[in-house]
């Protein structure tokens, strides 16, 4: 089954918890210096917010799978769809150690399909995405960590 993620910038990350908190009714699951995640059911999605000096904004969007085959499935959608699409294997990103399939979309916002494999104690970074577009937090054009 697959769960939407969004991750959104933020300038105040104590400010957007308590709000955020209140919105979904839930506390975040992962609480960090510069980040926090909310793994909701209803909806099921994969919200995460982080104050990490960027624009605050939407930084990227993406579909987060349960299992290697189901992110298989979803690189082939990608592909299919003419897609620029970059693989980052045991990608250490957002507190998390993951697969991932990164592209951008045709307004430039980044996406990522990605299968989480274990939790991770930093931060991290991802790999180089071809685009001119703003590089988002854990996208492949940033610089994260």
């Given amino acids: 089954m697959k ?16 709000f955020y908190s209140a919105l979904f009714q839930a506390e975040p699951g992962v609480i960090q210096e510069d980040y926090a995640k909310w793994m909701l059911d209803d909806p099921r999605i994969n919200f ?9 904004g939407l930084d990227h969007l993406g579909i987060q799978v349960e299992s290697g085959q189901e992110l298989e499935n979803v690189q082939q959608v990608l592909t299919a769809a003419a897609l620029p699409v970059i693989e980052q294997k045991q990608a250490a990103c957002c507190y998390a150690e993951s697969d991932k399939y ?44």
Avoid: M, Y
């Fill in 48 to 56: 995460a917010i982080s104050s990490r000096g960027r624009k605050p």
């Fill in 102 to 145: 990164w592209t951008v979309d045709p307004q430039g916002i980044a996406w990522e399909a990605f299968h989480s494999l274990k939790g991770i104690p930093l931060f991290g970074k991802d790999a180089a995405l071809p685009t001119d577009q703003a590089a988002s937090c854990c996208s492949p054009s940033a610089q994260c960590g």
């Fill in 3 to 18: 769960r939407f993620h969004i991750h959104i910038a933020v300038d105040d990350l104590q400010r957007n918890i308590a």
